[in-house]
């Protein structure tokens, strides 16, 4: 196409311009920004971010301007350009990996060194011996070998004792055979696989002698160090393009009766005697599975940032965007309204924007709790099962550690709860912002298509839900029988049972400690009558799924609100910050609260955890008084997340209020399609009369 | 990558085959498919869908097998082929509109020609002249003049009154100059602009000598016919990629100073006259607003079967999907469970399945009351007034036909509702397919993003509950002055309003008439006490934005409930189908209703219109039993939907159940992706060893 005239170059938007709009909305308050950031984050870690992005955005290939135009094999390609380029940078600049992961994290975009990074790593280092570190461990850090997790199955996601791929000890030659027996046995779902990997760990059922011992891993290689092409006998691609999370290669993988050495097998938890060929179990596996909790409680702590982008955006976007009057504005009043003036759009916008605070403390809080809990660890008291594995085991499973099991159960809980929030709010603010919401540029739907995958995996978040509810069944029964362990769980539970016969009078408009009770109370209620159908009624477990699910959102918005109301009340955030801010702090967790029992109101009502009164109040008096107390906020609270617009990449989201601008920039200069003038009529067989810029000539006849 | 090696052609997937699995769903219930099909279309509509369908898998350019693989740039030329073989096909066949329209439905994505199709042959056709329609609307109908509907402009959404374009009568040459005066003035997700249309119907202000006299239609050339570049003074071009529809060349649109002929304001309704240059109104326009209310109409129709694709996928896949065992399951009973099985899976799949039914039929009413309305219209009944330009109108302006403004408030609501429901049923039957969901072959992703729009245009659903509250609360003074006009909707207020001192009894459980009775119940409830709040206690119109998304929602579930209940009391549905069949359908009309009530408990709760017994007896008993009735029918249910496997695209949806052949078929044969091997190593500065299959040799170093 012609490039922009000078005509088009010269418009300006109409009106006052985003940027005047946004410093109006940012002189109707003065919190602190940079202070309230600092109690986010830290000065330290806001600092170490800022360095490191300077870094990133002086490379070349960092460059974002053709993420949003590319297809699937160029994002690719330039996404494993840039996994390259970040492993060089971190041995350039020697960063530690707590800043290789916040340099992955302002990059915005899976990178086909992730699982490399992450599970292959770990599984090397915590279920290996000290030979397995020798073979394998140390090329893997040197990036010789680089590698995935291959656990899930076509035919099998969290059912792992399901997995069909087999493990089968040779007490001839001392080696495994691994098979595929089906096709449904082909890994699949496994990132960094399907290009990238040249090692996997894999999941398989281990038999010796016609016996099985369930599910193992085993270190394979599967693609050939110089041609990096699949070896003999194993079977591996990329298994396609997604919804999002296109720049990761997801991969598949089958073995025809593949055969491994004897030290593929990590044996630190468990091995095969070569000379006995007899299984031996050794320590406790409880460790892996801390880790496997400490990934959930990462994903609730991320969940209020990954939140936080798109609030960021549509709140901006919504100062900016006008449309209609007010319909009771005085007739001589001109111009169009800011949407965010709009209850409608502020009821949508500020609960989720107060969830991003909740949510950031509470994961905090969960952080807390998994060192506490490590500490304990280490301190002997291991658990001896995994809780994972649970879906198909007996209900009444003890756990090694009730610690591990309180936080399991919590992690569990909250992991559903949090990256549902997250992903369903990321949609309503793409849905705010209008039409525009659309388009690629506002940053948000392609953000929201990449974090989708949260919701399903690190435990499905319903299949969770059954752990929650089976943790607080047996707490529940612990109570009965006066054989609690001491943890908050069994605290809320037991008070609810003293106050059984007086009940309760719960004060949520007027006290702050009270929606916590609240929570509490229907919390323990909802439990009690779930304990009632299962123990006395007898309903069949199927039956009570749903119950189940409803129970184990009630006790993680317990939870999220306990949390957020703790973290305001302790010392180190009120010392840290100003009266007037800890106030509209404050306004944000009544506003997550109430929003959130009047959404639940009637399990508030029917537990009487409060009156229909105080509910139907809290709906239409409570509520709306905060939206408009907290709005004059809106674009400071958001500016406290710090993101960087080279972060959001977003036209709709910029710091700037730059708009339309940056829509029509990107439309108008980078969009690759008007690259191309078509034929458009259909009498004619030719689909191009030129194309401009990619040199291929005329086009092929349809 | 190597082609797939036999020993991998030859692996079946475990356990019991799909289309076992299909067969013995499909054996549990006798539901007569076909005839549930002939009563959703008419054999002769399935007859018609079957011919077309032939016709198009004959034609190579409509195979579908790169569809998820393609990047922006082929989809669109190959959408842009498609068009053009299918207008090509339209005249060959000598397919009527309907015909056609079928067609377009079939392939099942945005084409470029969707603009031209619709809107500028509709609105040439229907504000046209018949000096214009010799000018513009036959070249129009022989695709030498290619167009589009260009009104939303890059800062100007729903409100038509805001937009910036002017359109200046210049007396002396007897011309008009169409201009851009801001960069918020171009035109902006205009359909078909991008790269395809010659010609756009550009709603302008319209103003004569300093005088503006609102927006107007004038169609103007914007490329030129021969070399397809743009005119001199016209910037136009594609906005870009989108969450989806990137099949379609969305565009934008600028003038500077550009001048167009006297004929090219369309005149049917207003013109300028040449010689006194005087501007005048004649006729009416409310036709055109009939067409506008008659798009919301088909969305509603629509909405049913967007989302029965969605379910039908979902539930197929389910009765394959295999996870865990029934945890109540006896000891010795082996192999894991379909996860339909599961109640939690059945809670979020079934009421979805009976929505389909649902909206389908309510649809149906709506159009039997389009053409009601047609009928009037023509008989001179005609209406004065655009309902749409009211957001910005005050609230009382009379409309000039109640059937007009009955129908448009209900297909707003309707509208609304009913696109809601489709677009997060398609979500939530993408999350209960679980991991497999998210990649593209589970067919449901693709169709979702390409849908999304659908909340949004023709009235954000947001927006248009306003114009339905506003209808309700006008019925209601009409009531409360006994001046009411004879419609259902002030039928409902004024019973209700009868009963205030008695209030009511209704058996929710028992009876389904008296559900329908809650539904109005709570609807009028609603309506009067938003009538409270703005008339009595004055509150100002913003702060009741969100009372009335919630009456509108009210009333349009209402609407739902009633239309589905009258269907299948209809003569027309009870002789069509056998009784069984009729049960099952009675069955999912309850499940519909009571799992829509037990999710707004509260307020029916509230409003009186059922006791909290019967909302806790609906939600724990009345549901769960409606699931295990219906569940054994499921798979035939969907069936009866009639979807072609073609049509689908989806590995997971697969009629015949071969779901992981077939998603292993995909992404091992057809995957491009798998065409590349990349060097992994990040100390080596190439990013590829060799490439096959692009023919492009080495790639660039980095």
Same mark, same amino acid.
């Given at each position: 196409m012609a490039p922009t005239p000078d005509w088009v170059k010269q418009l300006k938007p109409s009106g006052p311009q985003g940027h005047e709009l946004l410093a109006a909305e940012r002189a109707k308050s003065d919190l602190p920004v940079e202070q309230l950031s600092e109690l986010l984050f830290t000065k330290e870690v806001l600092q170490k971010k800022q360095r490191i992005l300077n870094v990133l955005k002086s490379?070349?290939?960092?460059?974002?301007?053709q993420n949003y135009f590319s297809g699937r094999t160029d994002r690719f390609e330039k996404a494993l350009a840039r996994a390259k380029k970040l492993r060089n940078l971190r041995v350039k600049h020697n960063w530690d990996l707590d800043e290789y992961r916040t340099a992955t994290e302002l990059i915005s975009e899976p990178g086909p060194y992730g699982l490399h990074d992450s599970m292959f790593l770990i599984t090397l280092r915590e279920q290996g011996t000290p030979e397995q570190h020798e073979v394998f461990l140390k090329k893997a850090k040197n990036y010789e070998y680089i590698g995935c997790y291959a656990q899930t199955e076509l035919g099998h996601?969290?059912?792992?004792?399901?997995?069909e791929t087999t493990a089968t000890w040779?007490?001839?030659?001392k080696t495994f055979t691994i098979h595929?027996?089906?096709?449904?046995?082909s890994k699949w779902?496994?990132?960094?696989?399907?290009?990238?990997?040249?090692h996997a760990v894999v999941m398989a059922q281990l038999i010796i002698a016609g016996k099985s011992y369930g599910p193992h891993p085993f270190v394979v290689?599967?693609?050939?160090?110089?041609?990096?092409e699949p070896l003999e006998n194993a079977h591996v691609g990329d298994i396609g393009p997604k919804?999002?999370?296109?720049?990761?290669?997801n991969g598949f993988l089958l073995f025809n009766h593949y055969k491994a050495p004897h030290?593929?097998?990590?044996?630190?938890?468990s091995k095969v $005697? %070569?000379?006995?060929?007899k299984y031996a179990r050794q320590g406790s596996p409880s460790l892996i599975y801390g880790t496997l909790t400490w990934v959930r409680s990462t994903i609730v702590m991320q969940a209020g940032s990954v939140l936080a982008r798109g609030v960021t955006i549509a709140t901006r976007y919504s100062a900016i965007r006008r449309q209609f009057q007010?319909?009771?504005?005085?007739?001589?009043e001109k111009g169009e309204n800011p949407?965010?003036?709009?209850t409608m759009v502020q009821m949508r916008l500020l609960p989720l924007l107060a969830a991003t605070f909740a949510l950031h403390f509470t994961g905090k809080a969960m952080m807390d709790l998994y060192s506490e809990n490590q500490k304990q660890m280490n301190q002997g008291?291991?658990?001896?099962? $995994? %809780?994972?594995?649970?879906?198909?085991?007996?209900?009444e499973t003890q756990s090694g550690s009730d610690i591990l099991a309180d936080l399991h159960a919590t992690s569990c809980g909250l992991k559903a709860l949090s990256s549902t929030i997250a992903a369903e709010g990321l949609e309503m603010c793409r849905r705010t912002?209008?039409?525009?919401?659309?388009?690629?540029?506002?940053?948000?739907g392609p953000w929201y298509a990449d974090y989708l995958p949260t919701i399903t995996w690190e435990g499905d978040n319903y299949m969770l839900t059954q752990q929650v509810a089976r943790y607080l069944l047996k707490s529940a029964r612990s109570v009965l029988a006066n054989q609690a362990p001491n943890n908050d769980t069994t605290r809320i539970l037991t008070d609810f049972r003293s106050r059984s016969e007086i009940g309760c009078a719960f004060d949520i408009i007027g006290s702050d400690s009270d929606i916590v009770s609240a929570f509490a109370w229907r919390a323990s209620f909802l439990t009690f009558e779930a304990l009632k159908h299962r123990d006395?009624?007898?309903?069949?477990w199927n039956d009570l799924l749903v119950d189940f699910y409803r129970l184990s959102k009630a006790h993680s918005q317990y939870m999220v609100v306990k949390n957020f109301h703790s973290a305001l009340t302790a010392e180190e955030t009120r010392g840290g910050i100003a009266g007037e801010t800890l106030d509209v702090l404050r306004k944000l967790y009544r506003l997550y609260a109430l929003h959130t029992l009047e959404q639940e109101g009637s399990e508030f009502y029917v537990s009487g955890a409060c009156s229909r009164n105080q509910i139907s109040l809290a709906r239409t008096n409570a509520v709306m008084k905060l939206l408009k107390a907290i709005r004059p906020h809106a674009v400071r609270l958001v500016d406290a997340?710090?993101?960087d617009d080279w972060v959001l990449d977003s036209s709709l989201g910029r710091k700037d209020g730059k708009v339309y601008e940056d829509m029509f920039y990107r439309a108008s200069e980078?969009?690759?399609?008007?690259?191309i003038t078509v034929d458009?009529?259909?009498?004619?067989?030719?689909?191009?009369k030129r194309i401009e810029g990619?040199?291929?000539g005329v086009r092929s006849k349809l």
């Amino acid at each position: 196409m012609a490039p922009t005239p000078d005509w088009v170059k010269q418009l300006k938007p109409s009106g006052p311009q985003g940027h005047e709009l946004l410093a109006a909305e940012r002189a109707k308050s003065d919190l602190p920004v940079e202070q309230l950031s600092e109690l986010l984050f830290t000065k330290e870690v806001l600092q170490k971010k800022q360095r490191i992005l300077n870094v990133l955005k002086s490379e070349k290939v960092f460059d974002k301007s053709q993420n949003y135009f590319s297809g699937r094999t160029d994002r690719f390609e330039k996404a494993l350009a840039r996994a390259k380029k970040l492993r060089n940078l971190r041995v350039k600049h020697n960063w530690d990996l707590d800043e290789y992961r916040t340099a992955t994290e302002l990059i915005s975009e899976p990178g086909p060194y992730g699982l490399h990074d992450s599970m292959f790593l770990i599984t090397l280092r915590e279920q290996g011996t000290p030979e397995q570190h020798e073979v394998f461990l140390k090329k893997a850090k040197n990036y010789e070998y680089i590698g995935c997790y291959a656990q899930t199955e076509l035919g099998h996601g969290s059912n792992v004792r399901g997995l069909e791929t087999t493990a089968t000890w040779n007490s001839k030659d001392k080696t495994f055979t691994i098979h595929s027996p089906h096709l449904t046995a082909s890994k699949w779902w496994i990132g960094s696989l399907g290009r990238t990997a040249n090692h996997a760990v894999v999941m398989a059922q281990l038999i010796i002698a016609g016996k099985s011992y369930g599910p193992h891993p085993f270190v394979v290689q599967i693609r050939d160090l110089k041609t990096h092409e699949p070896l003999e006998n194993a079977h591996v691609g990329d298994i396609g393009p997604k919804f999002g999370y296109n720049t990761m290669d997801n991969g598949f993988l089958l073995f025809n009766h593949y055969k491994a050495p004897h030290v593929s097998m990590l044996a630190r938890f468990s091995k095969v $005697d %070569p000379d006995t060929n007899k299984y031996a179990r050794q320590g406790s596996p409880s460790l892996i599975y801390g880790t496997l909790t400490w990934v959930r409680s990462t994903i609730v702590m991320q969940a209020g940032s990954v939140l936080a982008r798109g609030v960021t955006i549509a709140t901006r976007y919504s100062a900016i965007r006008r449309q209609f009057q007010d319909r009771d504005a005085p007739q001589g009043e001109k111009g169009e309204n800011p949407v965010i003036n709009y209850t409608m759009v502020q009821m949508r916008l500020l609960p989720l924007l107060a969830a991003t605070f909740a949510l950031h403390f509470t994961g905090k809080a969960m952080m807390d709790l998994y060192s506490e809990n490590q500490k304990q660890m280490n301190q002997g008291n291991k658990g001896r099962e $995994d %809780p994972n594995q649970r879906g198909a085991g007996p209900e009444e499973t003890q756990s090694g550690s009730d610690i591990l099991a309180d936080l399991h159960a919590t992690s569990c809980g909250l992991k559903a709860l949090s990256s549902t929030i997250a992903a369903e709010g990321l949609e309503m603010c793409r849905r705010t912002c209008g039409g525009h919401g659309y388009s690629s540029f506002s940053g948000i739907g392609p953000w929201y298509a990449d974090y989708l995958p949260t919701i399903t995996w690190e435990g499905d978040n319903y299949m969770l839900t059954q752990q929650v509810a089976r943790y607080l069944l047996k707490s529940a029964r612990s109570v009965l029988a006066n054989q609690a362990p001491n943890n908050d769980t069994t605290r809320i539970l037991t008070d609810f049972r003293s106050r059984s016969e007086i009940g309760c009078a719960f004060d949520i408009i007027g006290s702050d400690s009270d929606i916590v009770s609240a929570f509490a109370w229907r919390a323990s209620f909802l439990t009690f009558e779930a304990l009632k159908h299962r123990d006395e009624q007898k309903k069949p477990w199927n039956d009570l799924l749903v119950d189940f699910y409803r129970l184990s959102k009630a006790h993680s918005q317990y939870m999220v609100v306990k949390n957020f109301h703790s973290a305001l009340t302790a010392e180190e955030t009120r010392g840290g910050i100003a009266g007037e801010t800890l106030d509209v702090l404050r306004k944000l967790y009544r506003l997550y609260a109430l929003h959130t029992l009047e959404q639940e109101g009637s399990e508030f009502y029917v537990s009487g955890a409060c009156s229909r009164n105080q509910i139907s109040l809290a709906r239409t008096n409570a509520v709306m008084k905060l939206l408009k107390a907290i709005r004059p906020h809106a674009v400071r609270l958001v500016d406290a997340w710090a993101f960087d617009d080279w972060v959001l990449d977003s036209s709709l989201g910029r710091k700037d209020g730059k708009v339309y601008e940056d829509m029509f920039y990107r439309a108008s200069e980078l969009n690759p399609l008007n690259r191309i003038t078509v034929d458009p009529y259909p009498d004619s067989e030719v689909l191009f009369k030129r194309i401009e810029g990619r040199g291929e000539g005329v086009r092929s006849k349809l």
